[in-house]
């Protein structure tokens, strides 16, 4: 079983293997909570369950309920975040089946599985358990300014559900490969169920998300990373209040920006073009300084599996040469030359 502790009042045990739920879900990018488990833990995933119309793949097993639990999988994971974050109603009878049949239901979503009576009635018949992975720590402070020993690194974006995360994760994986003393810091359901622990920053109450960065990222020895797994954009109306407190609490000695040069607008708000990576930059390294003042960017990973690969590798080109700055595709290319960067601003 793996075990996540959730900094806060309370730890909590996943057990796996687990069948992931996509549902009916029409786009990828919803799909992030189910397509990070399997990019990061695979080991952990026996499959996915999918409706006729589901318009999603992640590239493993399709299982029924019954051939899950034949699989061995212990708990039901709902693979999808979609806006507003709430349970599609048409799944409700799936998951009343899977937790009859003794599945843990686990959820990153804003609702709580105790909110539909008759889930909670499957489950209390069988023994499963609801699992509410997005539950806010308890007793959270006020965000202090005061500097902290250690390094951070914080992953910004152009806008929201731009590869923030998986940024964070390949960068930390790059680090640890050379040896360096680094974690990574999950603000999101999917990186806590990935990693084992940290603090779901967009269920904290406004006054305290500065606070709850700074608990993530505590006082640390002075050769050891922090990075933090960026939530939302600046730039992003609908999110812009969660991305400054992280900032503003996470105190980042570096930024690594996220973009997707295909994306023409924001992502919730199509009346609202989406910035320049120099807009990005600019703009987060003037509200960083709040709290530290030697902020600086050293890198920025684009995705660019919307161009073919030639323009691809044109456009990380002709970007690193406008900015200064290495430009990676971290998949394609992983995050060696971002290392590279931190490495020599930070000796």
């Not at 990828?28 to 499959?47: S, Y």
């Not at 600046?234 to 996220?258: E, K, M, T």
């Not at 919730?268 to 807009?279: C, M, Q, R």
């Not at 044109?314 to 900015?323: F, G, N």
């Amino acid at each position: 079983m793996d075990e996540l502790k959730n900094k806060g009042s309370s730890s909590l045990t996943l057990r796996w293997p687990y069948l992931i739920i996509l549902g009916d879900t029409q786009e990828l990018v919803d799909a992030k909570t189910g397509a990070g488990l399997v990019q990061w833990c695979p080991e952990k995933v026996a499959g996915q369950l999918r409706f006729d119309n589901c318009l999603v793949d992640l590239g493993v097993s399709d299982l029924s309920i019954s051939e899950a639990i034949d699989r061995g999988v212990k708990s039901v994971v709902i693979g999808v975040a979609p806006t507003g974050g709430q349970i599609n109603q048409r799944w409700i009878c799936l998951l009343e089946e899977a937790a009859a049949a003794g599945l843990d239901i686990v959820s990153g979503l804003h609702c709580r599985l105790e909110d539909f009576s008759s889930l909670v009635a499957a489950a209390e018949s069988s023994g499963a358990r609801l699992v509410n992975v997005r539950t806010s720590a308890d007793n959270l402070p006020i965000g202090t300014g005061l500097k902290r020993s250690g390094r951070r690194l914080l992953t910004v974006g152009t806008d929201c559900a731009i590869g923030k995360k998986y940024s964070a994760l390949s960068i930390t994986q790059c680090m640890k490969d050379r040896g360096i003393n680094v974690d990574f810091r999950a603000t999101g359901q999917t990186g806590i169920m990935i990693t084992g622990e940290g603090v779901p920053i967009d269920t904290v109450m406004a006054d305290f998300i500065a606070g709850a960065s700074e608990v993530l990222s505590p006082t640390n020895s002075e050769d050891h990373w922090d990075i933090i797994e960026g939530q939302g954009s600046l730039f992003n109306p609908s999110y812009a209040g969660v991305s400054l407190g992280l900032l503003h609490g996470s105190q980042p000695d570096a930024i690594v920006v996220c973009h997707d040069p295909t994306r023409e607008v924001i992502d919730t708000a199509n009346h609202i073009p989406l910035p320049s990576v120099a807009e990005c930059i600019n703009l987060h390294l003037r509200t960083a300084k709040l709290t530290n003042p030697n902020v600086c960017c050293v890198g920025i990973c684009v995705n660019t599996s919307g161009l073919d690969v030639e323009k691809g590798k044109s456009y990380l080109e002709e970007l690193s040469a406008e900015l200064g700055l290495p430009c990676v595709d971290p998949i394609l290319d992983g995050c060696d030359a971002i290392v590279d960067k931190i490495l020599t601003e930070f000796v």
